[in-house]
């Protein structure tokens, strides 16, 4: 039963980070304001050859593709006066690679938060087996242990980004239908590397403070509780003289 109960209390905090990443994950891959920044602050129009409006547009598609059950994608834009595929056949596939690097992504921040809940609710409401600053310890455990990760990555990013990106596309895809071309391909002229760098340290940024107000509420809630049992223990102290 203990080594059952310490497994428990390890996955929880594990699931911690895996929650927030995911959470902060699947927030950026579906909003607007991500695809627009990288159109506007990466000049894709002048890049693709395609109007702004287009684009924002395929983007919208884009995002669609990513949440429907459709195996590969179909974008078409106007470049000029004429109708075009906004994606060639080797970015139709990437794309669906990158669409299961998404799912399971998703799938992996479902089961972590699914997971936090039931613990919290089964072990700390329900069965009522641990006081809650039990919870905020490992609550606590479970911010610090996120901030180590995004720190230990931010680190690695800095760096050498272009090496540490190759190296995630080398880990998540079994092939490389990654490796584009700049001068032709829409994908990479949309999304650059530039790109890429930034929304990984917003990403950072955003999951570090959340992972910092987890570790704040618990530190503050342990704190006051602590001084709580101390005044608790004031009355009966003096009582004993």
Do not use: C
Not at 118 to 131: Q, S
Request: aromatic fraction near 10%.
């Amino acid at each position: 039963m203990v080594a059952v109960r310490a497994l428990a209390t390890a996955l929880f905090i594990l699931a911690i980070p895996l929650a927030l990443i995911g959470t902060n994950v699947r927030f950026l891959a579906n909003e607007e304001r991500v695809y627009t920044y990288s159109i506007d602050q990466y000049n894709a129009p002048a890049r693709t050859g395609i109007a702004r409006d287009e684009l924002v547009r395929g983007s919208k598609e884009l995002r669609d593709y990513f949440n429907n059950d459709a195996k590969l994608v179909s974008i078409h834009v106007q470049q000029g006066d004429r109708e075009i595929s906004l994606f060639n056949e080797r970015e139709t596939l990437h794309l669906n690679d990158v669409k299961t690097v998404f799912h399971f992504v998703n799938r992996l921040q479902e089961i972590a938060l699914v997971y936090i809940m039931a613990y919290v609710v089964g072990v700390f409401v329900w069965a009522r087996e641990r006081p809650l600053n039990k919870l905020a310890i490992q609550a606590l455990g479970g911010g610090l242990l996120t901030i180590g990760i995004i720190v230990s990555l931010g680190l690695v990013a800095l760096s050498g980004f272009d090496q540490a990106f190759e190296q995630f596309h080398h880990i998540a895809f079994s092939n490389n239908l990654w490796l584009l071309d700049p001068t032709t391909d829409h994908l990479i002229q949309i999304f650059p590397e530039g790109f890429w760098f930034d929304v990984t340290m917003f990403l950072g940024i955003l999951t570090l403070a959340e992972a910092a107000l987890i570790s704040v509420a618990s530190t503050v809630h342990l704190t006051i509780s602590r001084r709580a049992a101390r005044h608790a223990l004031l009355p009966s102290q003096q009582g004993a003289h």
